[in-house]
């Protein structure tokens, strides 16, 4: 392990080949700021061998439950006309995460009806016309989401009962065959937050949600986080500033830290698997076609696990836990029969490793 700070204003130059336990302060002699930072770097070093010990790069420790939306019940997206309800072009900046999306009509009548709830907005790019990002309620088996060529309001419910709609948008209008391509399904993914070990170091991820194809829901991606690392300094963070009100350093800059940010990144084209990671980039998901693929919901272990792996296939060999089962659904008719296959989840045990599948849908057969 060398160290990343090994310049101006740190002179962290601490070397693991020297094999350097402590660092042993003497009475008269002035302390030196590598010094003080060497004590973290030995630290770090130790704790760092233990963890790769234990773990292998991009293991999950704590937390980080994962969940894909792809159907009806979760997150459907809405596209909207370039100009509002008064003939202006569309602004979407007052329009917020949980405000309530309602059909025209309904609104003016006794706001009841079909709603639909706002997680979050695009404005228009390139082909993409501006879209919102919605959950449906309310819904009947003859009115389970907008029309196209549709007039909407949008109220904010935190203001109580509202007097005005924030603004009035039209939905797109139909396809020249006349289907209804304002509205449909989209992707997204869900994680909590969670404890990783990652580069030697365990690092808290905040979790969040991210839309994997805006307009479909078969979408193919890496899902993981991207690490970077940085400097904070009481600048960019005054909470850095000494708060000992009763010293004569109240309110002064001191030390800085060593920052690491991690960010939910999808990586790919939405169509087929990168056979490359980004630099910074471990994966905790994979999405193929809109299949759970694989995804990271234990630790990984390195040394540890090859050991309990070795144990475990000498004594049992190779084996089948539940079996897959595939379920034929007919999708059309006796006239033009169609199916669709449901792959039951699989777990088996080879060369002693844990091998899970989930339940996943193939296309029409």
Do not use: C
């Amino acid at each position: 392990m060398s160290s990343r700070y090994n310049m101006p204003p740190y002179f962290d130059d601490f070397s693991e080949m020297k094999n350097y336990m402590k660092v042993l302060f003497k009475p008269g002699k002035a302390v030196q700021a590598r010094e003080l930072t060497q004590l973290q770097t030995i630290i770090q070093n130790q704790v760092e061998h233990m963890g790769r010990h234990l773990f292998k790069d991009g293991s999950l420790v704590l937390g980080g439950t994962q969940q894909i939306t792809k159907n009806s019940t979760g997150i459907s997206y809405l596209k909207l006309q370039p100009l509002d309800a008064t003939g202006s072009p569309l602004l979407l900046s007052t329009v917020k995460p949980g405000m309530i999306v309602h059909r025209f009509i309904d609104y003016n009548k006794t706001k009841s009806g079909l709603t639909a709830k706002i997680i979050s907005t695009t404005v228009a790019k390139g082909n993409d016309p501006a879209t919102l990002f919605v959950v449906y309620s309310n819904q009947t088996a003859l009115s389970n989401k907008f029309l196209g060529n549709e007039s909407l309001v949008i109220i904010d419910p935190s203001v109580g009962t509202p007097n005005q709609y924030i603004v009035a948008v039209n939905t797109l209008d139909v396809s020249v065959d006349d289907k209804n391509i304002s509205t449909g399904d989209t992707s997204t993914f869900t994680v909590s937050d969670g404890l990783y070990f990652y580069d030697g170091k365990y690092l808290q991820a905040p979790g969040g949600s991210l839309v994997l194809d805006k307009y479909s829901n078969v979408p193919t991606y890496k899902l993981g986080y991207m690490v970077k690392e940085g400097i904070a300094t009481s600048i960019s963070d005054p909470t850095l500033l000494d708060p000992a009100i009763s010293s004569s350093n109240a309110g002064g800059s001191g030390a800085d830290r060593q920052k690491f940010s991690l960010s939910l990144y999808k990586h790919g084209n939405g169509v087929s698997i990168p056979k490359t990671n980004p630099p910074g980039f471990f994966e905790i998901a994979r999405i193929v076609k809109g299949n759970i693929e694989w995804q990271i919901q234990e630790a990984l272990f390195t040394k540890i696990g090859d050991e309990l792996a070795k144990r475990t296939f000498d004594e049992s060999g190779n084996y089948v836990v539940e079996f897959p089962t595939m379920d034929l659904s007919n999708q059309a008719g006796l006239t033009a029969p169609s199916y669709t296959g449901t792959l039951s989840k699989t777990l088996a045990y080879v060369k002693g490793y844990r091998i899970e599948t989930p339940p996943r849908k193939k296309g029409v057969v």
